[in-house]
């Protein structure tokens, strides 16, 4: 089975700053999905960005961008120019890519953005 | 644009009754999932389904079951609640089932057991 690792629990940044958030995961595929997906206090989950694994280079969207090291099964978030807006929880996501299949999450990691 | 819709928003049961969670998927989307996160802790997959057809299952205990219905809402059902069940029940949808598809998810419904 899949299972994907979030090593930091908690992460903190100072405003228009740059955190980097982990993740790795451990998969026998090697057709598979990647998200990072946001929940704020309002407990809705957005997905934020996702990287697909047969392609090599690294998604980006916006002031969000994630380094894919698919031999190192790592999968990191780089959230630049922080806003106060971006305190939330973050949960790395796998989907394999056969049909119908599911999403397993990570732990998750808590941003808090210092003002 | 439309997005997925789910009911109730709050359910507020006591130990051993049941309850019935809606959830209406984004028009055209054929293929919806369950997820359960409890407190503290990431979204757990239940169970999801296509085209009216159960498609995987992951750990939804025996007391639970869903469907997917003709126009491809779903509803999950829950029996015999324990304390435990207290949780965001998240809905998604995507359309088709493979595995480049997006899933989208509703706003939860928050189940407290007492």
């Known amino acids: 089975a899949q299972t994907v690792t979030q090593s930091q629990p908690e992460m903190s940044v100072q405003e228009a700053e740059t955190v980097t958030l982990s993740c790795t995961y451990d998969?026998?595929?090697?057709?598979?999905?990647l998200f990072w997906y946001k929940q704020p206090p309002s407990r809705q989950m957005i997905l934020v960005i996702r990287?697909?694994?047969?392609?090599?280079q690294n998604a980006t969207e916006n002031r969000f961008s994630v380094n894919f090291q698919k031999a190192a099964k790592s999968f990191s978030l780089k959230i630049s120019d922080s806003q106060l807006g971006d305190a939330a929880m973050y949960f790395c996501?796998?989907?394999?890519?056969?049909?119908?299949?599911?999403?397993?999450f990570g732990g998750g990691t808590r941003v808090l953005v210092k003002p | 644009a439309a997005g997925v819709i789910q009911s109730p928003r709050h359910l507020i049961k006591e130990k051993r009754e049941t309850a019935t969670l809606k959830c209406y998927p984004i028009?055209?989307?054929?293929?919806v999932y369950w997820y359960q996160q409890g407190p503290g802790q990431d979204p757990q997959f239940l169970i999801s389904?296509?085209?009216?057809?159960?498609?995987d299952k992951g750990s939804i205990p025996d007391r639970f079951s869903a469907q997917q219905f003709s126009d491809y809402h779903s509803e999950l059902n829950m029996s015999s609640l324990e304390l435990g069940d207290s949780a965001l029940y998240f809905c998604?949808?995507?359309?088709?089932?493979?595995?480049?598809?997006?899933?989208?998810f509703g706003p939860g419904t928050r189940l407290t057991v007492l």
């Open positions: 998604a949808s995507s359309l088709g089932a493979t595995g480049q598809n997006e899933q989208f």
């Open positions: 998969t026998s595929e090697s057709d598979y999905y």
């Open positions: 990287q697909e694994a047969y392609k090599q």
């Open positions: 996501a796998y989907k394999g890519g056969a049909a119908g299949n599911k999403l397993t």
């Open positions: 028009p055209r989307h054929d293929t």
């Open positions: 389904f296509y085209e009216k057809m159960q498609s």
